[in-house]
């Protein structure tokens, strides 16, 4: 597998989960991915859930010339609608995905996003518990916490997306760079007696 530079797009709104928005940044950005967080919004603050105001790199329709490796859509709502409604996004993410490379969608951004724009037909794939029923119109449904299947990974929600930006980074990377930058995280349940 290829250690070339890796690009990945990560798109953000207003009510994007932050959680989700930052692991997926971070965790890559661990392994050595050039990640560009674009905001779909006016300008380049996204108000995201919880009060959390996340500041992007670029706009959107800075970065339509840039071929990416990877395109991971964070959930939150209404974040993903918001997502979805972007035309610009829309035609980035279906023209990556004609070109063969991976796409991947956590939480409610499986269901709002990639099933309406067709990218999950035959696919197994998951998403977040509460719009499981809707998933099963556009993919075959599963509850893995993380589901790879053709060009396409989803994962389930912020507790679910350490592990899935780990399986982007083997995806990317390969398994052992994906061990080294796991380690440092701790990500284990270390069973503090908190359940
Ligand atoms: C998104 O949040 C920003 C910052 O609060 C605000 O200026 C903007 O109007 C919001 N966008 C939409 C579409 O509501």
């Not at 790199?57 to 993903?80: E, H, K, N, R, V």
């Not at 990639?114 to 449904?141: Q, R």
């Amino acid at each position: 597998m290829s250690s070339a530079l890796k690009k990945v797009l990560v798109p953000i709104a207003n009510g994007t989960e932050p959680m989700e928005a930052v692991i997926i940044v971070d965790v890559l950005r661990r392994a050595g991915a050039e990640v560009t967080v674009a905001s779909v919004e006016k300008d380049l603050r996204a108000d995201a859930s919880w009060g959390l105001k996340l500041i992007a790199d670029t706009l959107i329709a800075d970065c339509t010339q840039t071929t990416f490796d990877l395109i991971s859509l964070p959930g939150g709502m209404p974040g993903a609608s918001t997502l979805k409604d972007c035309e610009i996004l829309e035609n980035m993410v279906k023209k990556h995905a004609d070109e063969g490379r991976i796409y991947a969608a956590v939480c409610a951004a499986p269901v709002v996003m990639l099933g309406p724009w067709g990218l999950l037909k035959g696919l197994k794939a998951t998403c977040h518990p509460s719009v499981m029923d809707k998933l099963s119109l556009f993919a075959t449904a599963v509850e893995s916490r993380v589901q790879h299947d053709g060009q396409a990974i989803t994962s389930r929600g912020p507790g679910t997306t350490m592990e899935f930006s780990l399986a982007l980074v083997e995806k990317l990377f390969g398994k052992e760079k994906a061990k080294e930058v796991d380690g440092p995280m701790v990500r284990r349940n270390q069973a503090f007696g908190v359940f």
